[in-house]
């Protein structure tokens, strides 16, 4: 009898862990799982940005880098942007903090991937879409002598704004305001998550810039080329408002779920 109590006590044991380490097992394949669905390509998660279909609320963790923080009308500028054009009926939260410097003075895009894997805390959930917005303290890796880019979007739920670089070319007597500056750039990309132009969110006219792929052919909307490089400057020093977007983009994101 005694033995028969070890061994089923034994048997117990074994079941248990078993368990244990079944359901270890599981829980990191869901996360693997939860984060590779934040790293597909840019665009992708077009309609879950737009519609209240699968989820109904957005959480952007909004990381920069110390002394590179975006103004706070930016932002609150980028939310109603996106309160305007998407369906997140249980809210949108914005929890922000700072990150001390990655110690580059230029950013390639793989750079600032691995600072997001590295930094990034907040992942899909049932029904919470996640957003993870970077301020870098450096310029972008494609810079060149003519032309300066402001912003990338890299992944369906990423992009980075090379806040230096505004800060550079802002609120100098002949330099654009810089809360313009920074809600046009944040809500560019943004518009590219949102799968403008031809970028996931199919086009409803024939409005694609040929010359300058994924961007609307409008001088005038917000998803025009320029509007993330240095080359749209000079247009903004006049401006009071951020560009919005044209009626064709509009068009696009109703069609695809949105407002």
Known sequence: MKNYNYLVAFLVFVLVASCSKENAETASENQNTEVNLNRQSTGSSAHDFLSDNTFTSLLIELVYVDGFEPNDASIANFISFIDDRTYKPNGITVEKRAITSPGFENYTVQDIADIEIAHRNNYNTENQLTLWVFFADGQSASNTDSNSVLGTAYWNTSFVIYEATIQNLSNSPFD????????????????????????????????????????????????????????????????????????????????????
Request: hydrophobic fraction near 35%.
């Open 176 to 259: 654009p305001d810089r809360t313009l500056l920074e809600t046009t750039v944040i809500t560019h990309e943004f518009g590219h998550i949102l799968g403008l132009t031809n970028l996931g969110t199919p086009m409803e006219t024939a409005h694609e810039d040929a010359e300058h792929p994924k961007h609307c052919d409008d001088e005038g909307c917000l998803m025009f080329w320029a509007t993330e490089s240095s080359t749209g400057l000079d247009a903004m020093v006049t401006m009071s408002s951020a560009p919005e977007l044209d009626s064709a983009c509009i068009d696009d994101l109703r069609a695809n779920g949105g407002k």
